[in-house]
């Protein structure tokens, strides 16, 4: 069955360091995609990254990149130059299921809450 | 252009009460998703529709829940004989089949619940 496993409930790290949130997941698929969203205080779900499971790059956007080691199941998420705003809940997400497929539900992991400190 | 849009965006129930959570997608968007996220957790599955089709129901709690998408784009979420233990917020996503190679679901801003 598929599992994403946040270890980290809380973190604080002081603005313009770089952060590294975990995410390790469990699949018997060979086919899936990782996600992160950050969750804002306001409550709405945001996109930051994909990973596909065939690709070979790790995955990047803006200040966000995903560390993905795929023998080890761990796909990390990295802020590079955190800013205050920065500040929220972040979930790791899989989807299992044929490449081309958006039918595929997400399964979350508990989140890490995400603090900058000035 | 226009986002995922729920409403009520806050919806106090008593117990017993029955609710109607509604969901407008993207416009075009075929997938539709429903999740429940209780206080501190990640959002957990309920339901998925391909457009009008309900093709995945099995995250729904019980049979006091159901959901409906009659026409393939607005979708709501019934709730009857509300529980305390239904209070949560409720998060609808909406995806694209095609050209869009990560599969993201934009998220609506949720409908926080509380049943007294």
């Known amino acids: 069955a598929q599992k994403i496993t946040q270890t980290q409930p809380g973190m604080f790290v002081q603005e313009k360091e770089a952060v590294t949130l975990d995410c390790t997941y469990d699949?018997?698929?060979?086919?899936?995609?990782l996600f992160w969203y950050k969750q804002p205080s306001s409550g709405e779900m945001i996109f930051l990254i994909y990973?596909?499971?065939?690709?070979?790059q790790n995955a990047t956007e803006g200040r966000y990149s995903l560390n993905f080691q795929k023998a080890r199941k761990s796909a990390n998420l990295v802020i590079s130059a955190s800013q205050l705003g920065d500040s929220a809940m972040y979930f790791c997400?899989?989807?299992?299921?044929?490449?081309?497929?958006?039918?595929?539900?997400?399964?979350f992991g508990s989140g890490t809450r995400l603090s900058i400190r000035p | 252009g226009a986002g995922v849009s729920q409403s009520p965006r806050y919806k106090v129930a008593k117990r017993g009460q029955d609710v109607a959570l509604r969901c407008d997608p993207i416009?075009?968007?075929?997938?539709l998703f429903w999740y429940q996220q209780a206080l501190g957790q990640g959002p957990e599955f309920l339901t998925y529709?391909?457009?009008?089709?309900?093709?995945?129901k099995s995250g729904l709690p019980s049979d006091r829940f159901f959901a409906e998408r009659p026409e393939g784009s607005v979708s709501t979420l019934k709730i009857q004989r509300t529980q305390q233990e239904d209070s949560a917020v409720y998060l609808c996503?909406?995806?694209?089949?095609?050209?869009?190679?990560?599969?993201?679901?934009?998220f609506g801003p949720g409908t926080r619940l509380t049943v007294t």
């Open positions: 990973q596909g499971s065939y690709d070979e």
């Open positions: 416009s075009g968007h075929v997938s």
């Open positions: 997400a899989m989807r299992e299921g044929r490449r081309y497929s958006s039918a595929s539900k997400i399964i």
């Open positions: 996503a909406s995806s694209l089949v095609k050209d869009n190679p990560t599969y993201e679901q934009y």
């Open positions: 529709f391909q457009n009008e089709a309900q093709l995945d």
């Open positions: 699949t018997s698929d060979q086919s899936y995609g």
